[in-house]
């Protein structure tokens, strides 16, 4: 079913440049079976406790036919006493490429009807989808639940089991996740009230999050500006979408079965990954690790070839037209610059001195 978990898109905004990435979008690669039981998997993940107490927390904010989520829309979204409406496309339809087809074509009419302000539409959409073309394919994108006051004024809402603790995030990783995933609802609901024809400030470019207050039984709304965030999704999507649109196809003789294979040779699963991602390319970051099942495996390249792009961004602007860490490290032990290599030339060169001066110092305590 060629539906993406929009965690998945949203981390496109650390990896956009790179086209194993955009081939793995637009070919549905699953990239984590292809280093599976590797020394590249990455053991990181959420736990199961984690999972369970994220399905068990948005039962509860959904429980009594939404009822605890109601409470918040009055008090938080302009939600008037009666705006009581709810419509679960969760429940009635099949869990395959039918029924998630069926619930964005719902979704979508359900707009329309707001949008064209028929009467007694649904304030509360749980388990909207939404349908796009995203680097070459038709793609399915799951809400928690989109919100819609009487105003109709369209806002989606994220559900996440991380507690806000004396007004801020326990984990702040997460709420970054939690806004850029809401961003990229936000750009995907502009566009679809522009293709109807409506007033996309129905759909204000703010971040609606429900979370624990304070690690108890009380529930938190918070309603967040994003639009920085939209910009840079929409951005991101269209780089990512041209940069596939410009690969090639995956070659014949590069097939992906025998790499995500975990019975056959190591060597052999890592000799196929070096194929796919040598025809796709790869542009390895600091930031790949918090993104990309291929991290590790990238990091190693990126290190051997000594590319600039390893050392991350804060350090990389400290070597302006230096081409390679190899060649930093030329121009530290002395060789002749460049006119563009001059200025970076002679930092590198005093640093390399100090670090002499420190090595000698600490060899000298270690022998006294």
């Known amino acids: 079913?060629?539906?993406?978990?929009?965690?998945?898109?949203?981390?496109?905004?650390l990896t956009h440049r790179c086209g194993t990435a955009a081939a793995s979008l637009r070919d549905d690669i699953d990239l984590n079976s292809l280093v599976k039981g590797t020394d590249y998997e990455l053991r990181s993940g959420e736990s199961h406790f984690t999972l369970l107490r994220g399905v068990k927390f948005e039962q509860w904010v959904l429980a009594?036919?939404?009822?605890?989520?109601?409470?918040?829309?009055?008090e938080h979204l302009d939600f008037a006493p009666g705006d009581t409406r709810v419509l679960n496309l969760r429940d009635g339809y099949p869990k395959n490429l039918e029924g998630i087809t069926d619930r964005?074509?719902?979704?979508?009419?359900?707009?329309?009807?707001?949008?064209?302000?028929?009467?007694?539409?649904?304030n509360l959409i749980v388990g909207a989808v939404l349908s796009l073309n995203i680097a070459g394919r038709r793609r399915f994108f799951e809400i928690d639940v989109l919100a819609i006051n009487q105003a109709g004024v369209i806002r989606p809402i994220e559900i996440k089991s991380f507690p806000i603790v004396d007004g801020k995030a326990r984990d702040a990783k997460s709420l970054g996740s939690a806004f850029e995933q809401i961003a990229l609802y936000l750009l995907f609901l502009q566009r679809l009230v522009h293709l109807l024809e409506g007033d996309i400030s129905q759909v204000p470019l703010d971040a609606v999050l429900v979370t624990p207050l304070n690690a108890g039984r009380n529930l938190n709304m918070a309603v967040t500006p994003v639009e920085r965030r939209v910009f840079q999704a929409r951005q991101r999507v269209e780089q990512v979408s041209h940069l596939a649109g410009s690969l090639?196809?995956?070659?014949?003789?590069?097939?992906?079965?025998?790499?995500a294979d975990p019975s056959r040779p190591e060597h052999e699963r890592i000799a196929g990954l070096e194929a796919l991602t040598a025809h796709f390319g790869t542009h390895y970051t600091p930031d790949c690790g918090k993104a990309c099942p291929l991290a590790k495996f990238c990091r190693r390249?990126?290190?051997?070839?000594?590319?600039?792009?390893?050392?991350?961004?804060a350090v990389q602007r400290q070597l302006p037209n230096v081409s390679s860490l190899h060649r930093a490290h030329e121009l530290a032990t002395g060789s002749t610059p460049t006119l563009q290599e001059r200025a970076v030339a002679e930092g590198l060169r005093c640093m390399a001195h100090v670090h002499q001066i420190l090595t000698t110092l600490h060899v000298t305590e270690e022998v006294a």
């Open 248 to 259: 090639g196809f995956l070659p014949v003789e590069i097939d992906l079965t025998p790499i």
């Open 64 to 74: 009594d036919d939404c009822a605890p989520l109601l409470a918040l829309c009055q």
């Open 1 to 13: 079913m060629p539906k993406i978990d929009v965690r998945r898109l949203a981390q496109v905004n």
């Open 104 to 122: 964005a074509t719902r979704t979508r009419l359900v707009i329309q009807q707001i949008l064209e302000g028929q009467p007694e539409t649904p």
């Open 301 to 313: 390249h990126a290190h051997a070839a000594g590319s600039i792009d390893f050392i991350g961004g």
